[in-house]
């Protein structure tokens, strides 16, 4: 009888663990799987061309080409690098200049900090025109207001709201 028992249980664990996928995410799933497999397909094609490339080639040309590709590889983790040091960079700028962060992508130019800073410089000059353009129209459409530098002078509950007063 246990064993029926056992048997029974694992099941219905894995009715239980069973996930119900909608659609769209069976579709973002085969989207995903599908851009993986390119991508080594890619990877696995670009070997091979390297390769037969290789085979027709002397030992010395073999070497200037592994010595290019790993030149490619350096450089493109060097700008990686940069990259990221000028992100960080133009966010401590933007902090300095009270602009939120969300507009580094707009202001950031790789490789020219003295470019980033002018796009810094612009985009705070826009918003601070921008800003006393809506000063300015609000304080133009906004009704004055007497207020009573002295409170026991005027008493709403016992003058009533509808004095105008306030």
């Known amino acids: 009888m246990e064993e029926t028992e056992n ?6 664990t894995s009715k239980e663990e069973e996930k119900v996928y909608s659609e769209s995410e069976l579709d973002e799933i085969k989207l995903k799987l599908q851009e993986e497999f390119n991508q080594k397909e890619e990877e696995i094609k670009k070997e091979a061309q390297s390769q037969i490339q290789k085979s027709g080639m002397s ?4 070497a200037l080409s592994e010595l290019e590709e790993m ?6 983790k060097e ?6 040091n000028e992100k960080e960079q133009t966010l401590k700028m933007l902090q300095e200049a009270d602009i939120s ?4 992508d707009l202001v950031y130019e790789f490789k020219d900090l003295g470019k980033t800073k002018a796009n810094i410089e612009t985009l705070k000059t826009f918003l601070e025109a921008q800003k006393q353009e809506i000063l300015k129209i609000y ?14 002078s005027f008493d709403p509950f016992i003058e009533g709201f509808d004095s105008n007063r306030f």
Do not use: F, G, H, M
């Not at 030149?71 to 493109?76: G, H, L, R, S, V």
């Not at 700008?79 to 990221?84: I, K, L, M, N, V």
């Open 79 to 84: 700008d990686e690098c940069t990259r990221a």
């Open 59 to 62: 030992e010395l040309e073999i």
């Open 139 to 152: 304080s133009e459409n906004s009704p004055s207001v007497e207020v009573s530098k002295n409170k026991a």
């Open 101 to 104: 962060p969300i507009v580094l």
């Open 71 to 76: 030149k490619k590889k350096y450089q493109e």
């Open 7 to 12: 048997k029974t249980k694992p099941e219905e």
